[in-house]
Every structure is written in C-alpha cells, then in structure tokens.
C-alpha cells in the first residue's frame, strides 16, 4: 500500500473539514506547482488528457446516464475536453503566456542612469473551478476553467456539479492520477462533491470565501454567477471571478440572406434553436427577421421545422421547470404571439417560437432551452436601436450577402461593444477551440469581459505580471534570463522578439 | 467666435449636472473616438504632450504653489508625464495592444471543417480617472491611467484632486486643446472639479456609479480606494476598479550586503525613506536587518542620517496630520522603541525611524510619510515567516552580495507572490516609465493585481477581446484583415508573426 497522499477526490457529499483540507493542499502545493518547467506542466496536462481517454468508456456511460444526452455527443465532448488539455500543453510549452519582457539597463543615460527591469506573469495562486450543468466534460471537472488554471500554474480545487456527481467524480480521478503519475503535490487538483442543492451552494460560497482562493471559474446561471461574484465581493481580499452566466445571442437576418434558399436558412436556424433542447449558452434566443414577403416565407419555414421538433429529455429537472415558466412568463408578456411549437413531453419540453412586437424584459431575458424569439424589422435604421438597447452577449450573428455589406459594416460597431464573438453566416452553438476564439463578452454574458473561457486566451485570467529591477543573472528566475533557455518570445525594450 | 462644442473643463466645483454631461459627452464620443486609427490615435497622444509642453511654466508654477513640492522635481514630473503619453502614442502606432490572433479555416477537417476565427482588443468604453495627491502631474489628470485609457481607445472622466485643482485644470485645458485640434468629439476628454471634501467624495462616487463609465483608475489611499471598489460592485453592472491603494515597501538586508561601507548603505536607505517627505507609494516602510555588530553600525548610521533629516511640507493638512496620528499609533504600539527622529515645523512633520519587535497592525500599516520600521532578522529561516505574513505590496528590495545568493533565491519565491516590483540593491523610489515595469502587486497594494498603472502593459486594463468568426473580408475591420494594413504583430494559428 502506498504512503502517498493522494488528491482529495470526493465520491460523495463533501464538507466543511474537506474544503478547507482541499483549499490548504490547493495552497501548499501552489509553490512547487508553479515552479514546474514549461516541458514538465505539458507533459502533466497531456497526462490528464491520457487518463481522461484510458477512462472514457465509463465516463461516457455515467455523462449520459447523468445529463440524457447523446452518447455520440458526449463521447465528442470527451475530445473536446482532451484536446483543450492538449491544447495548453502546447501553449504552455511554448511559454507565449509568460509574457517576458524586457527593457535592458541604460548605465549611460542622462541625466539618470535606467535600471534593467523584466517582467513576467505568475500564476495567481489556487482557483475555485464550477463546472456546468450543460457541457458535463467541456465545461467542467477538466474543462476550459481547469485547464487554462492549471496550465497558467494555479492549483484547482472543482467543486463538481450536482447533476452529474459520478462524471465528475470519475473525470477527477483521472486527473488524480495524472498527478500522481507526475510526482505532483496531491494539492494540485481536489474535487468537493454535494448532491444536496442548498448545501451545495452553502459549500460553494465557502469555497469562494476561503483566503486562500486566489480567482474563480463559473459557467451557469445569472443568480448563481452573481451570488459567487458577491460572495468574492465581501471578502476582505477582493479576487476575480470569471463568471459565464446569460446570453440570447441576437441573430440578424439582413435581406440579401433571403435572397436564396429561405426553407434551408429557416431549418438551419431551428437546427440551431433545437440543438440539444436548447441547452446551449450560444443558443440563438432572439432573430431579427426583415418585414415584408421573404421575411414572411422564412418564419412560415422556421414554424414548419419547429412544429416537427421534438424536445428531447433536459440536463435536470430543474432545468425543465424552469424551461416552463420562462416560456410561460414569455408567452403572457405583451406584444408576444406563439408562432409555433414543437412536441414535448414530460422532462422533454416542446420548442417554441414566438413573435414579438417590442424587446425589453421578459422578451430579452434568458429562457435556457429551444425557445426562439423573432422580431421583425424595417430596415437598418429601425434594427440599430434594437441592437443598441440590448445587453451583453456571448455572440451575435449575422446573415447577409454581397449586397448587404453596407448595413453589415453598420452593425459591427454596435455588436463589437454587445458581444464576445461575431459571426456571419453560420449559427452560434459550436465553439471551436482555438487561439482566437473569445467565449465571453459583456456584463451580463460574463461577469469579467476581459477574458475569454474558451481558447488559448482563457490561460492569462489566471496571471499577473512581475517586474524584476537588477536581479542578479544567478538569482532570476529562468523565463526572463539573456540566454533565454525556454527558447520564449520576448518583448526586448519594446520590440517583439521571435527566439 | 467658434461654434464647436469644447472639452468639459471645470474651473470651479463640478455638480451632478456636470457629470453627466461629461458622462454622456464620454459614451457620446466613444464610438468615433476608439475608431480612430493608430496613426490618428497616437498623433493625439504626441499633441496631447506638446500641449502640456506649452504652458509647462504656468503647470509647474501650479503645482509647486498647490503641492509645496520643490520646483525641479515638478519640472521633472512634467518630462515624465509628457514622456508617458509619449511612450504610449508610440505603443499605439505599433498597435501591439490590439492583440490580433487569426485561426484561418480549415475547411477540409474532419468530422467538421473549421470556421476562421479572427480576434483583437477593443477598448472597454469611458473609463473614470482619480488623480493622486502625491504625484500632481504624472500620476494625475494627464498620467498613467488617463494616458493608457486614452490610448487603448476609451474617452476619460478625470475627477480632479482637491489637493491641486489649479494644476489640474491647466494640464485639463492642454488636453482639451488637442482634442480640439484633432477634431476629435469633445467627450473624448472631460475634467469635473469638486474641492470641498465630503461633496468631493459624493462626486467621486457619483461617477463610478455611473451606468456610461466602463473601468475606473485610481491612487489614493486604501480607504479611498476600497470605497470605490464598494461603489463598483454595488453597480447592476460590476466594471473593472484598478485602485493603486497602499504598500509599506519591504527592505531586506541580506548578511552580505553589510560587508562593504555600511554607512554609505544606511545613508542611502534614509535617502530614500526621507524623499519627498517619504510621500511615495513606493516608500520603503519597513526594512530587515541582520542582528549583530554589522547590523548595529547599519542602524547607528541610519539613526544619525534621520536625526540630520528635516520634515519638508506635506502635500496638504490632512495628509500631515495622518502622518501625525499614524506615527503616534505606532510609537506607542508593543514592542516599538524610537531609534531616532529628525526635525519638524508646523506642516512638516520630523522624519522618523523605529525598531519594531514584531510584525502586525499597526506596525505593517502604511504610515504615508518618512516613517521607517526596522526589524531584526537572526537568519534567513528566521526571515521567512516575517516576509510570507505580509499583505501584498507594490515592491520589495533586496540588498545582497555574490555571498548572499542561496539566500536571495529562497526569498524569490516568496517575494514574487507578494509584490509587483523585485529590486536588488536600489531603492523603490523612482519608478521608471517602460515596458517592463510593474507597478501593481497583490491586494492590499492594488484591488486588481492584474495591471500595473506605470508602464506600457497599463493599456490592457482598459481593453477587451472580440472575436469574428467568417466575418467578409469587406466588413471586417482593418485591424484583423489578411492584408494586415497597420503592420501589426500577428497570431496565426498559435504561432507569432511580426510584419
């Protein structure tokens, strides 16, 4: 039997003693953890990617017997989540996030001398990770948040999801082992667990209170993200929480885009709509359709694709009951028409898609689930306040063609300030995991618009810079050295330096 | 007699009625104003400096008046507020901080081919700027924060400090001129004035507060600085608050350091403490000291340097009179015992040092002012625990020989987790303008030790990412188009490119 600690990995409900067991590890491990070298941080983060496949059998099996969705769905998540893991590695091996910078020693200069000064960011210290219900791999126990703070050197305490306890149980055992594997402090990753709604939230408010929680990851609700942006708020120590919360993702349909197949744009877009019941940050709530025939014959379209939708099973019961009353709340509001429904059933809630006269509260408020909203407009200057009287979002999309490239270069100034991500001609669910995506975007979409939770970006929430002013060569630490032995961009005296 | 509507530039107390015209003036011009080019935007910054320039004899006669600080060192100040706006102007032109990442599309991918994905920085919107007492001109209405705000694209509200109104209007009014010459909106820059100090804290508070501010810069105090990060997260809206507050500045003298001429040593320290009357955010408060013969001859000769010190003026009354209970606090906490005191008048209170103990309030509270804190130190085993019982600061010296080396290394750590700022055998005072600067670090010494608010990385605090996902090549904005029209530093697929 080995002596090893081992990570703190809660089969079942956790408490009180285990948080703080959790967030003290999380803290005595802060200092050799960040001290790995890029090569041994990669290696570690492809180690959790390799544990996650060895496992992804049964991992696949709990996710879809936990959240009803799809196995081919999950199992596709299961390479998201490995191929965001591997994705850091690769930036972190790299070191593009250690951001060096140097500005070397003026001796000569009049009429005072410049000291040398470099820079480079460090890791915060240890991050409270809370996982969504909706993605119960991409977006939780080793997802974006996890990745991009272990990566970024900070040690993670996740506090798993209630709805899907045993995914994520077996997600952080994977990742127990690769710490295990790589010699790593057992602080380094620790997963609390507790099923029972309101101690859960008692247990994440005291994860978030605790000293030694240096930034927090959320995807959720609007009150959940809000209630953990107050708890931080209240502690002596303020710290940052990086909070996915709400989002209608407005969808602009310029007239050129009815120009050609409006059957195949209007099934595309319930395609969208229905994805997954609708359970989709970037699900597209809201459309704005141009007034007139074309416009006519693409909502007639989308109506005949929402009435063969069928709702499919939701992540939680809680999720359904709230499904009903936002569609409920929606359908009273004034100025709204149902347009169409699809078929439901009990726990698969029907699609729906109304109509409506007017924006503003609760036609603008986030109904989580295939429940669209079509407003219908003039021209480009009856749709600019439309836009402009919006909140932030995650996204906007846009539907246009050649011809409509003047009312297009129109919008993206009031969308670049609304929104995390534009695109054009496609739909919003799907987030490719890359260098340049953004998921992220103005309050309300996030709590924090300077980050982003997907991407190679997510890694620098998790940083802050350091100036080192004429530290000897034999007491620097190695990323900011002249001989630069991690082979790392740097910025020399302002200039931009490929190694 | 022009018909253009000028710059709000208040002479005499602002009122509600003032700040939301310089608010919405703000919002009004942040759509042309973060729009301008580089080339534009930095012309801006070089004139915005040739102004201040101009009526540089009237601004430092202003503030040697307002602040009794000495007529050199204002001078100074005004070549490095000007150099400041400078550097940035060229940040600007180089367009480094719009941070532009293109993923291309990777049509053929399987399963699913990949959209192009595109990312830069925008900027955050019109940010709010609280000038320091201490620093009248580069830390103020035309410093670092304004310069990085205005900069990264966002219109500025300054609240002028009542400690300086005089030369806070007259650097206000250079500003508003180049506004004016550029033909830029002229909410592109706005100056409210409220002298009276309880009605001064209500306008500060009022403009946080409001809705069309996006992000808030500050130096000041703690106390002042904490309520505007109340004043932030009380908002519907949460919005980014980099408060510059507080920090004591710790020295450690490691054994080596005392092999060479002590008393030159000494000397220095007391330099240091004692410039400016010790009014410096960078002021080193606290310093530790070998126990031992060296040690002695260290202290004997700091304590005979401080006894020859003369208190100059304080910035203003208020600021003496903190000096004068905080010291009064501290002489008559446990385990203090006043080494030596220098000499005072009315207004400029006598420097003064101290041997503490311990550690812990109120001798690690910062006494704004030159009040040093000794402590002695058996080894560096005994220094540790000091230095990790530290609230976060914005610096940390080390003097140190080759000998020393095991040592300094054990402190690296320690320090990096602590401060913003590392320096070996230099003082704190005197912050260099450049690249690689940090002048931030863990709360207490910011609310947000993600920026710094000296030095060229400060433009990032005011920006933040969008992404374009298959936007057309004529819609896009320049800053993100394959043709790369500004020249700019590019990620493509992960990898940096220069131009």
Chains 1, 2 share one sequence.
Request: aromatic share 6%.
């Amino acid at each position: 039997m080995s002596e090893q600690p081992r990570s703190i990995i809660a089969g079942a409900e956790s408490d009180r003693a285990d948080l703080v067991a959790a967030t003290t590890a999380a803290a005595a491990a802060f200092g050799s953890y960040r001290a790995t070298t890029p090569e041994q941080r990669g290696a570690f983060l492809d180690s959790v990617a390799d544990e996650i496949e060895a496992d992804k059998v049964a991992i696949v099996e709990a996710a879809v017997a936990e959240s009803h969705l799809p196995e081919p769905r999950l199992a596709g998540e299961v390479g998201r989540t490995t191929g965001q893991l591997r994705m850091f590695a690769g930036v972190v091996r790299r070191g593009d996030h250690l951001g060096v910078r140097i500005d070397p020693a003026l001796p000569d200069r009049a009429p005072l001398p410049r000291a040398e000064i470099r820079q480079r960011h460090v890791a915060l210290g240890p991050v409270a990770v809370f996982g969504a219900s909706n993605f119960p791999l991409a977006f939780s126990t080793a997802g974006g948040d996890t990745a991009s703070a272990l990566a970024a050197g900070c040690p993670v305490v996740v506090k798993g999801h209630p709805a899907h306890p045993r995914t994520g149980f077996l997600v952080a055992r994977a990742i127990g082992r690769a710490v295990e594997k790589h010699g790593l402090p057992p602080g380094t990753f620790s997963f609390l667990l507790e099923v029972d709604g309101q101690r859960g939230i008692d247990l994440g408010q005291k994860l978030v209170a605790d000293p030694r929680i240096k930034a927090v990851g959320f995807t959720g609700s609007r009150g959940g993200g809000l209630a953990l942006v107050a708890a931080a708020a209240a502690r002596p120590e303020p710290i940052p929480v990086y909070a996915e919360m709400s989002s209608i993702n407005p969808v602009v349909v310029l007239p050129g885009a009815l120009g050609g197949d409006v059957a195949a744009l209007a099934t595309a877009y319930v395609g969208s709509l229905t994805l997954g019941s609708g359970q989709f940050c970037t699900n597209p709530g809201l459309l704005f359709l141009p007034r007139g025939e074309a416009g006519d014959a693409f909502l007639a379209a989308a109506a005949a694709a929402v009435r063969e939708a069928a709702g499919a099973p939701m992540l939680t019961p809680a999720i359904a009951a709230a499904y009903a009353s936002g569609t409920e709340r929606l359908r009273g509001a004034e100025g709204v028409r149902v347009i169409a429904e699809g078929s439901g059933a009990d726990g698969a809630p029907a699609p729906q898609l109304v109509e409506a006269a007017a924006l503003g509260a609760p036609v603008t408020d986030e109904v989580f689930g295939a429940s669209g909203v079509v407003v219908r407009y003039d021209d480009v200057d009856d749709l600019l306040p439309h836009l402009e009287s919006l909140e932030g979002q995650l996204t906007a999309t846009v539907h246009a063609t050649d011809r409509d490239a003047p009312a297009a270069r129109a919008l993206l100034p009031v969308l670049e300030l609304r929104v995390g991500r534009i695109l054009f001609n496609g739909w919003p669910t799907g987030v490719e995991v890359g260098h340049a995506m953004v998921h992220g975007g103005p309050f309300p979409a996030t709590s924090d618009s300077r980050g982003t939770s997907v991407g190679s970006l997510a890694i620098e929430r998790f940083q802050r810079p350091v100036a080192y002013q004429d530290v000897p060569a034999d007491v620097l630490p190695e990323a900011v050295r002249d001989d630069n032995p991690w082979g790392l961009v740097r910025r020399i005296d302002g200039e931009l330096q490929l190694p």
